[in-house]
Nanobody, 124 residues
Framework: QVQLVESGGGLVQAGGSLRLSCVAS????????MGWFRQAPGKEREFVAA????????YYADSVKGRFTISRDNAKNTVYLQMNSLKPQDSAVYYC?????????????????WGQGTQVTISS
């Protein structure tokens, strides 16, 4: 089992920044591909970003490319999502997820463990 706890959400104005964190416990963090997803009211959960086990490879949704950066610190069992130039359409509950694999994927169902989510609200 892996427990994931997100933090760092909040309310910011458009153009602002937030940094989300997700701390993992329970199993060896470096064994997992990590991803960030988001879900807005009435919409399906969508992929935001993912990072390989070593941090050497990252992948982003087109909608956040150039604005968001995913990173990880395996010594701290933590994955981060730095979000810059935020837009109102970025408002959602953000979830981190862990996948017991070497392969990065954008499919939510491919991830094995999920956090409880943190709310991000961007005002215009």
């Amino acid at each position: 089992q892996v427990q994931l706890v997100e933090s760092g959400g909040g309310l910011v104005q458009a153009g602002g920044s937030l940094r989300l964190s997700c701390v993992a416990s329970g199993r060896t963090f470096s064994m997992f591909v990590m991803g960030w997803f988001r879900q807005a009211p009435g919409k399906e959960r969508e992929f935001v970003a993912a990072i390989s086990r070593t941090g050497g490879s990252t992948y982003y949704a087109d909608s956040v490319k150039g604005r968001f950066t995913i990173s990880r610190d395996n010594a701290k069992n933590t994955v981060y999502l730095q979000m810059n130039s935020l837009k109102p359409q970025d408002s959602a509950v953000y979830y981190c997820a862990a996948r017991s694999s070497t392969i990065i994927t954008t499919t939510p169902n491919a991830y094995d463990y999920w956090g409880q989510g943190t709310q991000v609200t961007i005002s215009s």
